[in-house]
Structures are given as structure tokens and as C-alpha cells.
């Protein structure tokens, strides 16, 4: 059993971090995740493994040393919450475009616009959709827990490196600023220069001796040439989708309602699960992990199950509840229920809605 | 078991620190924990409030409406917390700057005055200390041994020389707790 500790989510982030052997972390402070960056300070990783800590001048600055550290094969990371995040996207568009791997973390608060500082679910769009120009995916997964705010990271740079492609964890300002027991895994190795070179031979570390040019680049004014680069992506991004799905299924056996919901609003449903059975209202949650490849495939199942309707609960207006629709294609009742802008739904207030909008409604 | 708690009072008091040691305790008895603190522009200088969950099992939602117990240091969240608490719940207060004192029959209310049991100590920093005590003598569920560990393991070396303190204070509030 690794170390046991009781961490901010934020804190286990970066302590992760430092653990998953990662050679850079660019980032800006903002409210709810400067723990992050406040915590690598403190612990100097560069005096445990050499990693490296920079506070940028901004996040724009922040996510093209991603570009620059990541096109290098080296593991580079950076974190900020959702008005940092959006200053993020170009450069996100253009690493997923030049195929660099690379980890975002988003510790979402209150929007739009600057918003406020408490917890929210309302980047779900921005995060898979795509919230850079063109056509481009974004691995993301979404942590429940302050464990699985540690055990996402090095998760999230095995996808990044297997796909080539930036990965996203997605949290809130709950699961940042909450303490929860946390089994910390054993340091991994940051990789020597030479293990680099011979680990990514499509990074731009050096011409070899003899060897072809490496060029990192999204440019490509050659519209058949861009087109091609593009049927590559999405067939990468395919193959994500038929390989890399993540949920988990709680009470789902016997269940005539699904409650589903990620993350924090995963957590609060829990309990709303929990007093709905003492009432005698079956009812599931199905936790989708990656949050895109959304879990289709689970809810297709559920759906000809013939479970009676699927409440999407999010701290959002209703956003994930379209990916459920798009599944579900009006063969059973779907509806939103979420408090947003910052205000977290209580247990109480799912059980509510799941009443009235799925049972009753 | 599983016991949900509200600890509330001032910025300042120690409601997260003392939070967070109850929460440290339990991972030394090998229970789940999760502690989430009211964050933002209200701590500074306002009232401060932490949720603190420890439980023999996974735990769901870490924000909650209804507690077990609520640890009230204020008027602010007396008048916000007494409400929250479940039928046949726990209160415990400190009397010292309560107006309006609670009023609710279907729990049981208890009293500690750590305020001044703390100034008679001569440092009202174990103010909390006293609090968590008459917690710990109400609600038995983490052991004395485990909360020494736990500050241990929280608390820099350098302030490992004022644990027996600490523990002076715990024990000051165990044997000060009344039922009203």
C-alpha cells in the first residue's frame, strides 16, 4: 500500500505531478486551483526529480511552453480554472492540430465571463466539444474523488503519449479545495534525454545523424494535404473512441432510473441514490469517467434495458444531458436538472427533481 | 458508521483546523474521510464553516444539508446551523457571544465553554482543542491515541514539542461538557 495522506484535491494533483515523473509545469494563478502551483513551489520537485516549476506571464504564455516542452517528448503539464482555460483554447486547437502530448487540468468555477470562484460543471461543451477552431478532440477525464484527482495524472499522460493528442482533466472547485484520504502511487522515473530520443522518434530533440527532418507544425496551406492530416486525426480519434471509454456503474443492476452525472454532481447523486432507496425508488448512477469518448455504449444498453428515464444532473444549465440524448434518440424520458453559477445542488434537491421531472413527470 | 458533521464559527476560531484534525484521526483508525471548508471572499474575517465526514464506508456526497452533529462557535451560524441538524442529532456550542441560545427539543444540545476554559488555560489558541475534547467525550468515535498520531502527522516538527498541550486542552474539554 502506497503513502496514505489527507490532501486537497488541488494539493494530490500536483503532488502527482511531481510522482508521474514530469519533467515541466507552466501555469498562472487563479482561484479555486492556485493550491497547484503554490504546492510545487513548496516542494521543490526540482530538488526530488528534477522537474521543473515556472509561473508564466499568463495562461496564454503558459500552454504554448506546452507546445515548445511537449513537441521536445518531454512530459509537460499545466492546470488553471475556467476563464484561464478559455485564454487556453487556441493553443490547444494548435497542439492537438501538431499531434503534441500534453496535460490541462481544469478546476471549473462559476461562469461566464470572469464569474465567480465556486464550484461549476459549466465547461462540459468547451471541454469536449472542442473549444478551439477546428476539428479536434480532446481526451478528458473527469475525477469524482481526491484520489482520482492523483490517479488521473498519470493516466492522462499514458493517453497523451499513446495518442499523441493533449489530454484534459476536468474537476471543480469541490473536488479542488476538499480533503479526502489519498493513497499516494510511487514515484515513476522521470525519463533521461536519451530515453526520450529513442521513446518519440517523431519529437523535435535534434536532427539525427542521417535521419529525416521533424517538423512540428498545424500549418498546412496544401487544403488536400490539411485534409489528409485531418483523416489521420479522426481516425485516431476513432480509434479513442472504440478503446478508451471509462464510467462506472453504481446500483445499476435493478435499477428503473438512471441518474448520470460526473465528477462532483457523481458524488452529491450518491447520497440522492442513497435516499431514494430508503423510499423504495430504484434508481442508478452511471459515472461517465471520460467524459469524451463519451460512454455510449452503457447507455444504449440501459436504454434497451427499457430503464424509464435517465436524469442528467450537472452543475450546468444542461449540457452533458445532449450527448445523453443523442444516445438515447427519444426511445426513453431524458431531462436536465443542476443548480449553476456557482451554487451547488444538494441531495436533496436531485431526489427532488428526479421526482417530479422522471417519475412524476 | 458514518457521522456527518458541521463545525462553524469565525475565520480565525480553528473550525478547519480542527476539522482537519478530526479528519486525520480518522484515516488513523482507517476510516474514510472527507472535509470540505466553505471557501472564498466570506472567510476573510467572516464566518468560516467546514463539513467533515467519517465513515466506515465509501463516502457519497461530501456536501451535505442535514449533519449528525453541528460544533457551533458563533451566532452567525447558530442562527444558520441550528436547523441542520438531523432529528435526534447533536449540538454542541460555546455559550460565549450567544444571544440567542438554541432552542430545539428533538436534539440533544450540549455546551462547552472553551472560550474561557482556554483563557484560563493562558492560550486561547487551543480554543479549539477544547471544542474537539468535548466532542470527542460526546461522540466517542475517534480514539485519543489516533488524534495524537494524526497531529503528528499533520503538524511540522517543530510544533511537535506543544502536542502534550493540545492534549492537555482535549482533555480540559472532555471533562467540561454539559448536556442542557
Redesign the interface.
Known sequence: MGE?K?MKGNEALAEAAIRAGVDGYFGYPIT?QSEVIEYLMAEKPYERTGMVVLQAESEVASINMLYGGGGTGKKVMTSSSSPGISLMQEGLSYLAGAEIPCVVANVVRGGPGLG???PAQSDYFQSVKGGGHGDYRLIVLAPSSVQEMSDFVPLAFDLAFKYRTPALIISD??IG?????VELFDQIPRLTDEEVIKRHPWATNGKPVGGERRILTSLDLDPHKLESHNWHLQAKYKTIEENEVRFEMLHCEDAEYIIVAYG?SA????????LAREKGIKVGLLRPITLWPFPKKPIDELTKRGIKGFLSVEMSAGQMIEDVKLVVEGRTKVEHFGRYGGV?H???QVLEALEQKIIGG | MTEEIIIAGFGGQGVLSMG?IL??S??MQNQ??????S???EMRGGTANVTVIVSDER???????TFDTAIILNQQSMDKFEHSVKPGGVLLYDPNGIIHHPKRKDITIYEVKAAKLAAEMGNTKIFNMVVLGAYMKIKPIVKLENVIKGLKK?LPERYHKLIPLNEDAITMGMNNVTKI
Open positions: 496514505l489527507l479555486p465567480d470562484i465556486q472547485g469541490l479545495q476538499m480533503m479526502e484520504k462532483s458524488r452529491i447523486a450518491q447520497k440522492s441514490i442513497q451547488i444538494s441531495p436533496e | 482537519k479528519a486525520y480518522g484515516i474514510e474521510v472527507s472535509w470540505l471548508p471557501y472564498g471572499p463516502i457519497s456526497s461530501p456536501t451535505l444539508t499533520s
